[in-house]
C-alpha cells in the first residue's frame, strides 16, 4: 500500500480517491453477490418463468442482483483499466479480464430475452395483429390439435415448428401471414440460446473461477493495491482526459455526417447475404459504446460520486445502447431468416423485421450524432 500524504494544506491523495471508489463498488459486489445467494437464481428462475413477466418478487429480486452484480464488475474493471498506473500491474491486470468474463457470462441470458421481446414487438407493430405473432401461432397450434406423435413427425418437415399453416384471409398481407411463424421460429431460438446461457451462468457461478473472482473483490473491499505513483495529489486527472481523448478521437473516426440523416441505405447493403459476419459499419460505434462507459466511470471517480450524472452524456450512451440491442436483433432476424425450409412468407416476414431493425440502428445513430454534438458544443 502506498503511503499517504501527511500535509493537510495537500489536495486529496490519488490514491485515496482511487481506493474509495474501488471499495465502494467492491461492497455493492459483495452485497450484490449474497442477494444472488439468498434468491438462488442466476437470472430470476428459469428463462420461461422470467419472459413471461410472472412477477414474483424472487424472481425480480434474482433480476435485480444479477444486474447489481454486472453493474458493479464492470465499474472495477473499468476503473482498473482507466487508472491501471496508480494500481499494482500485475494484479489489476489478472482481475480485469476476470471480471469482465463474469459481466459477459451473467449479461447473456437477460440480452437473449430482451432481444426476442424486442422482436416480437417490432413483429407486432410491423404486421398491425391483434396479438404478438408468437401467441398468434400457439394459438393456432393449440387450435389444429396435433398429436404428440404427429407432432414428432411435422417437425423434421416444419423447422419452424409451428405446425399446419391456417388459410390467411384474403386481406391479409404477406407480412402477416409470415409474422406469426416467424416469431414462434425466433422465440424457439433465442428460448433456447436463453436457456443455454442461464446454465452457463449457474454453471459458472459455482466454479472455482468465479470463487477466486469473489475473493479477489472481498480483499478490495478492505484493501486496494496501489501503486507508489498514487500518492500524488494530481494522478487522477490525466488518466482520466486520457481516457476522454481516446472517446473523443474514436468518435471522430465515426462516419457522423451519414449519421445526421435519419436514413442511410448503405446500412442494409449486407441485408440478408450468406455472410454471417457482423456488419463492419457496427463495430466502431460498439467501440465508442465501450469508451463512453469508461469515461463516464472516469468521471465518477473524480467526483467521487457513482450518481453522478451528465444529461448529455446519458443521452449519447442510451442512443448507444439502443444502436447495439437494433443491431444484435437484426442479426438474430438475419440468423432465423437462414433456416433451412422455411416457408417464403415467414422468410419474407423476416426480411422486413431485419431490415426495420437496421433502421432502428440508423435511428440510433443519428440520436447519439444529435446528443454528441450538443455535449461538445456545450463544453467550455
Known sequence: ??????????????????????????????????????????????????????????SKEAVDAARALR?????????????????????????????????????????YGARLERLLAALHRLSGSSALPAQAASSATAAGGRSAGAGAASRTADPEGTGPRTRPSPERSNLTVGAAKAGALLERQLTLARTRAHSAALQALGSSRFHAVADNVAVLASEVPLAPSATTTTGLEPLAAAADERLRDAVAGLPLIAA???????????????????????????????LLRLHRYAREVLAGDENLVD???????????RHRDAAEAAAAAASAARTPRIAPATAYALGVLHADQRHEVEAARFAFQRAWLRETVGTP
Request: net charge negative; hydrophobic share 35%.
Open 1 to 58: 500500500m502506498a503511503q499517504r500524504h501527511l500535509d493537510p494544506t495537500a489536495g486529496p491523495v490519488a490514491g485515496d480517491v482511487l481506493a474509495d471508489y474501488l471499495r465502494a463498488q467492491a461492497t455493492e459486489f459483495l452485497r450484490a453477490l449474497r442477494q444472488h445467494q439468498e434468491t438462488g437464481g442466476a437470472g430470476g428462475g428459469t428463462p420461461a418463468r422470467a419472459h413471461s413477466g410472472a412477477g414474483e418478487n424472487g
Open 71 to 111: 453493474r458493479s464488475a464492470r465499474r472495477i474493471s473499468g476503473t482498473l483499466h482507466t487508472f491501471l498506473p496508480l494500481l499494482d500491474e500485475s494484479w489489476s491486470e489478472g482481475m480485469r479480464p476476470e471480471l469482465a468474463w463474469l459481466s459477459g457470462t451473467l449479461a447473456r441470458e437477460h440480452a
Open 260 to 290: 445526421g440523416h435519419p436514413y442511410n441505405s448503405q446500412a442494409l447493403v449486407h441485408g440478408l447475404s450468406a455472410d454471417t459476419a457482423p456488419q463492419p459499419q457496427d463495430a466502431p460505434w460498439h467501440q465508442v459504446r465501450l
Open 311 to 321: 444529461v448529455r452524456l446519458l443521452n449519447a450512451g442510451q442512443a448507444l445502447d
